[in-house]
Each structure stands twice: as C-alpha cells, then as structure tokens.
C-alpha cells in the first residue's frame, strides 16, 4: 500500500515562497512517478510538476521558472518549492504517485492548502 501526507501549506503574500512536503511509503521509489496536482475553487484538477524515479522533471507553463520539484529518495520524501508565488497559485496541492510503466495517478494524498494574497 501506497501511503502520501502533505505538508507545508500555508496563507503567504504574493511574491513570497512556500515549501510542500509529501512523505511517502510503501514503494520503491525509482518503480514510481511522482507530482504535484492543484485544484482551486471551481476549477478542474491540474497538474503541476512532476518527477520520475530517475529524476527526470516536467512542469506547468504557469509555474515554469517559479515552482521546482525534487525528491530525496533515501526519506522517501516529495518537495515543491514555490517562489514567486502569485494569487492565482491559491489551490489545494496534492501530491499524487503512480507505476512509471502506467499512465494514470491511483495513489494520492489528502492535500494542503495554500492561499495567496
């Protein structure tokens, strides 16, 4: 079993930064994909940034050059580091995994809430 929690949401002013944190267990980290989803009031889910078990990054046009993901795989732990943050960033933050080999996220956390100003 795939387990993930959150952490690190908050209430920033826009232009400040934030650190998410996604604790996980129950895998091997270099069989999974990981990211970062957000869905903000009235809107659909969307992807943020994501990360495979080799390390390799994709992101967001809207959060390109502002958001990085990492991961420190020997704590099996997920980052988000948002600089720059602006009020349209203002969602929940999921972090979510998968099997690299398929395409859709089945394991997913509870979420954080962040909220610019």
């Known amino acids: 079993h795939v387990q993930l929690v959150e952490s690190g949401g908050g209430s920033v002013q826009a232009g400040g930064s934030l650190r998410l944190s996604c604790a996980s267990s129950?895998?091997?980290?270099?069989?999974?994909?990981m990211g970062w989803f957000r869905q903000a009031p009235g809107k659909e889910r969307e992807g943020v940034a994501v990360?495979?078990?080799?390390?390799?990054?994709t992101y967001a046009d809207s959060v390109k050059g502002r958001f990085t993901i990492s991961k420190d795989s020997a704590k099996n732990t997920l980052y988000l580091q948002m600089n720059s943050l602006k009020p349209e960033d203002t969602a929940m933050y999921y972090c979510?995994?998968?099997?690299?080999?398929?395409?859709?996220?089945?394991?997913w956390g509870q979420g954080t809430q962040v909220t610019v100003s």
């Open positions: 979510a995994a998968r099997l690299c080999i398929r395409y859709a996220y089945n394991y």
């Open positions: 129950g895998y091997t980290s270099s069989s999974y994909c």
């Open positions: 990360i495979a078990g080799e390390g390799f990054t």
